[in-house]
Nanobody, 111 residues
Framework: QVQLVESGGGLVQPGGSLRLSCATSGFDFSRAIMNWVRQAPGKGQEFVSNINTNGGTTYRASVKGRFTISRDNDKNMLYLQMNNLKPEDSAVYYC?????RGRGTQVTVSS
């Protein structure tokens, strides 16, 4: 079955960087559109970014220019490089394929 395991979250100061990773298994990763979403306490899930099978990417407006999504089809890995982090980026970040998401990794941006 589809398995998605996120890692790389943590506590970082405003302006800092983190790189999230998602290890995948149970499906043909190279043929999958992959997504990052996030959910802050008391808020609904929101789209962050996705990447298609050709490497085309989309981002929510508030992270454009700061976040970069990428994939390694040889390793079945999805990444999210997050730079210039802001307190409003604090949330649990999830890797998503279709309707399946992992357990998430916590990102906290605070001084």
């Amino acid at each position: 079955q589809v398995q998605l395991v996120e890692s790389g979250g943590g506590l970082v100061q405003p302006g800092g960087s983190l790189r999230l990773s998602c290890a995948t298994s149970g499906f043909d990763f190279s043929r999958a559109i992959m997504n990052w979403v996030r959910q802050a306490p008391g808020k609904g899930q929101e789209f962050v970014s996705n990447i298609n099978t050709n490497g085309g990417t989309t981002y929510r407006a508030s992270v454009k220019g700061r976040f970069t999504i990428s994939r390694d089809n040889d390793k079945n890995m999805l990444y999210l490089q997050m730079n210039n982090l802001k307190p409003e980026d604090s949330a649990v970040y999830y890797c998503v394929k279709d309707t399946v998401r992992g357990r998430g990794t916590q990102v906290t941006v605070s001084s």
